[in-house]
């Protein structure tokens, strides 16, 4: 595990200095504010943690509920809810002494029954749980007894200590789930250093601190996110001080806005990899010849060196650098030509069309990144529409089981956070994660591919689950149900005085440390 999480890019902590202004002996001191506005570029998707699956909605979960252990800004995996762990010598029961003292914000007592239920809904078949492959290794729970809880695999899994740092394995109160049931996710009760004070979809959600947290309190009374998918409306919000960090900046604003005295601006690696998922039931995309012309008759460099001004990477495999057991297995170059000919091959010599669906706001540049595909698969022959969505309609438009999905060719992205192969090979290309319930949205099948898959999360010895991987991401390369695009830049700005907000790669915001400079 040390191997896999030295390969990251050491997370970025702001913690400026603050700057002072003059002024007359006689004014009375300026009021320290107690609220922060956080523009991100889309409504978060639900407040059930264990219904999540996306970032913007990860982000705020994080501050309303806990998990049994968290990952610290250098990844190391620290306790949370867990005080200390041990395992079996075989790596299949895990031991967790809990920590005590813990109220939820409805009164509930935190203890090992409470995460027994947790861990029971999570495996719930008939609870809505769309990254239950971060779980789903638990064979059973136990009560050892009040504080003390053992987790039985069903086989040793070398990332399942790190899976429980997940946003989506958060702790939350069985009275509350029993209380609202289906409405649990309009009416979270976590143990977090916040609690939700109101959400308007599609305009704001308002988190306030929790006073009886069990940890160091926030400064910061009121947390408000707001939806914000227009750049240029979020860079006019900071600079106008209608909002005080956002996130996703325009590459191309980077250089003018780190010269604002009044900002502070950090542009730093992540982990998230963009990508254009093709429905591979769809007449023409079955066909993986006609998947990998696409790939062919995109230009990935130029998207990264124009549209993105450098703040990403063209990729050559489905995995990141950054991640363990990453392979180059060979990037598709821009070849227009090959293109065309695949195209022939397959029967569509004079192209199709079909259509392409994107959120906007949710990924870096992503509306003109989608304009710059539909004119390259037009150099090519290809037709194609594209229609926009608000992006948890979107996520419901693109979550429709294989008899019911509409899609053809749209835009996703996947930003671990854990950086394990696991993470990203298994819920995105076994053929027993389609959606409904998981996340190969394109419903890509590969025998072989799923037997590797399962060969590598259900073993601890690193070079077998590198060997099971490695040759995983050569089929799937082949196979092409993706276009492949680019690892993404994060680029976010704040106040030049709002210090203790942390960054991390995984495009996570830690809030509950900031504070306003005096």
């Known amino acids: 595990m040390k191997k896999w999480i030295a390969l990251l890019v050491v997370a970025v902590m702001f913690a400026a200095l603050a700057s002072g202004c003059g002024g007359g002996s006689s004014q009375k001191p300026a009021a320290v504010k107690d609220s922060i506005v956080v523009a991100q570029g889309t409504d978060i998707e639900d407040l059930d943690p264990h219904g999540i699956a996306s970032t913007p909605s990860a982000i705020v979960t994080e501050h309303i509920f806990d998990t049994l252990v968290t990952l610290d800004k250098d990844f190391k995996i620290v306790p949370r809810l867990a005080e200390s762990w041990q395992s079996s010598p075989d790596g299949k029961e895990w031991t967790f002494k809990l920590r005590k003292g813990v109220k939820f914000t409805d009164g509930t007592v935190f203890n090992a029954q409470v995460v027994k239920f947790n861990i029971e809904r999570l495996l719930d078949p008939k609870v809505k749980v769309l990254l239950r492959g971060y779980i789903d290794q638990v064979a059973k729970v136990e009560v050892v007894d009040e504080y003390t809880v053992k987790m039985i695999l069903k086989y040793p899994h070398a990332p399942f200590l790190a899976r429980l740092s997940s946003a989506s394995n958060a702790m939350l109160s069985p009275a509350a789930v029993a209380k609202y049931g289906a409405d649990i996710g309009r009416n979270p009760v976590g143990t977090g250093p916040y609690k939700v004070k109101e959400w308007v979809r599609g305009d704001k959600l308002v988190l306030e601190r929790n006073e009886e947290y069990w940890g160091a309190k926030p400064a910061i009374k009121t947390v408000v996110f707001k939806p914000v998918p227009d750049n240029n409306t979020r860079l006019a919000m900071l600079e106008a001080g209608d909002a005080d960090i956002i996130v996703r900046v325009p590459p191309v604003e980077y250089d003018r806005l780190s010269k604002n005295a009044n900002v502070k601006v950090v542009r730093s690696n992540s982990t998230r990899e963009i990508y254009m998922v093709m429905n591979v039931n769809n007449q023409y995309l079955k066909d993986p010849r006609v998947r990998q012309a696409l790939n062919y008759a995109v230009n990935k460099e130029e998207i990264v060196n124009g549209i993105l001004k450098g703040a990403g990477k063209a990729v050559d495999s489905p995995l990141l650098q950054e991640m363990f057991p990453y392979k180059k297995v060979g990037a598709y170059e821009f070849n227009p030509t090959k293109a065309k000919q695949l195209l022939a091959e397959a029967g569509y010599p004079n192209g199709f069309k079909l259509t392409i669906h994107h959120p906007v706001g949710r990924y870096l540049e992503d509306k003109r990144l989608v304009e710059a595909i539909q004119g390259y698969l037009k150099n090519v022959g290809i037709d194609a529409e594209l229609k926009t969505m608000e992006w948890a309609a979107y996520l419901t438009f ?108 995984i495009e996570q915001l830690r809030l509950a440390g900031a504070k306003w400079a005096q």
């Open 398 to 505: 693109v979550r429709k089981p294989a008899d019911q999905a509409e899609t053809q060719l749209f835009l996703m992205g996947w930003g671990p956070w854990i950086l394990d192969g696991d993470q990203m090979l298994y819920p995105l290309f076994v053929s027993g994660e389609f959606p409904p319930g998981g996340n190969n949205y394109g419903f890509y099948k590969n025998d072989e591919v799923d037997a590797l898959l399962k060969k590598g999360t259900s073993t601890t010895v690193e070079k077998d689950r590198a060997d099971a991987y490695g040759k995983a991401q050569e089929l799937i390369m082949k196979d092409a149900p993706w276009i492949f695009l680019h690892s993404e830049m994060q680029i976010v700005a704040m106040k030049k005085n709002l210090d203790g907000v942390v960054v991390l790669p």
